[in-house]
DNA sequence: GTCTATACGAAGATAGAC
DNA sequence: GTCTATCTTCGTATAGAC
């Protein structure tokens, strides 16, 4: 692996770990060994550092969007694999997923990382369009509030970098399993509603 | 309200929106009307801000709990009424839910803050207790795992915090109703387990 | 590619006048 | 209760030697 990767990876576990703003450029020269000047070599900037790591890895995520939802496979079919990859997300890049969570909004702010507000947006329409069809196609409940399940969706998937580990008891794919039933099904045994279309 | 009051009011919006590191104590200050030394006179310093605007909600919201957890209604009742205490205080106290959902987990590794730690195991108590003693009365379905749920619904609830706003287009009881609609029933008109008590 | 040395500014905090 | 002035430390960043 070239220098400048490893040293973005141990860029990215601190700033994931502690926040970017709580990383000093002499913890991340610490942690690899070399002296806080010597990394100027490699970056010109703290911000291009995280820059970079969260700009190549949002790349990367939707493609993945991308790729479901231009499949021809049914609305129901679509949820569960933006769900799923979503949880992969998380297994395969948890210091990305937790940077751009605790992050984002502080560093939306900054012109260099508007990139961030329009990833958002565009994640947005992905699930939008996801939900919609969904309650067109008959899959999900027709009273179902798009707006607010898209948020709920939304948080619930990426929060869950906030305790999720690699080689826990739990694999991604299980914890995927869980929340989709949760999603899909709800906890209880019996409905809420009065008319639903199950009760 | 006594200034001192005012002025932690002041402190936990700008920590709320750009963090506790972000925000310095000149802009603390400044959103004041007053200059960076005479906070001095109302506190000893920034840490002892945020010490107690987190510590007091903590005290009050688990008050709450205990009363929940206390009460004698139906273990599906008493899991409603946590969840929608808990939408209320995002209502009625979002900066301190924020500071505490975004900070939590930096402060907690300061001594002073060892009390959040044991808030949030506190909080797993209640909730495991909710839980199990709704799978134990039938009212939730009996293959849930118990320690995923629990952590599904702290997260859905307090990420809420992220984009819920007073004076928004729903109410905290409306964004509560719609939440434990989806907790309980799922978004789904069919259900995805084979086997399940359901279907 | 890393080190030594250091400049520069920002941030938390203090002392004493008003 | 606030201001003026200031100290000190820390953090980002730079320049040039090795």
Chains 1, 2 share one sequence.
Do not use: C
């Amino acid at each position: 692996m070239p220098r400048r990767d490893e040293l973005l990876g141990i860029a990215a576990g601190l700033f994931a770990e502690k926040g970017f703003k709580n990383t000093t450029v002499r913890d991340i020269a610490e942690a690899s060994g070399i002296l806080s000047g010597s990394l100027y070599h490699h970056f010109d900037s703290k911000e291009s550092m995280v820059d970079e790591i969260l700009s190549s890895f949002q790349e990367q995520l939707f493609a993945d969007y991308d790729a479901v939802l231009k499949s021809d496979a049914d609305a129901r079919t679509k949820i569960e694999q933006a769900v799923r990859l979503s949880f992969r997300a998380i297994h395969e890049h948890r210091y990305e997923v937790a940077i751009f969570q605790n992050e984002a909004d502080y560093l939306g702010g900054f012109d260099r990382f508007a990139y961030l507000a329009e990833r958002n947006a565009q994640s947005r329409d992905v699930w939008i369009t996801l939900l919609t069809e969904g309650v067109k196609s008959g899959a999900l409940r027709a009273d179902l509030d798009i707006e607010l399940t898209y948020r709920f969706i939304r948080d619930t998937v990426w929060v869950a970098v906030r305790w999720y580990r690699p080689g826990g008891s739990l694999s991604h794919e299980d914890v995927a399993d869980q929340y989709l039933r949760i999603l899909l099904d709800g906890i209880s045994t019996s409905s809420i509603t009065e008319g639903g279309t199950r009760a």
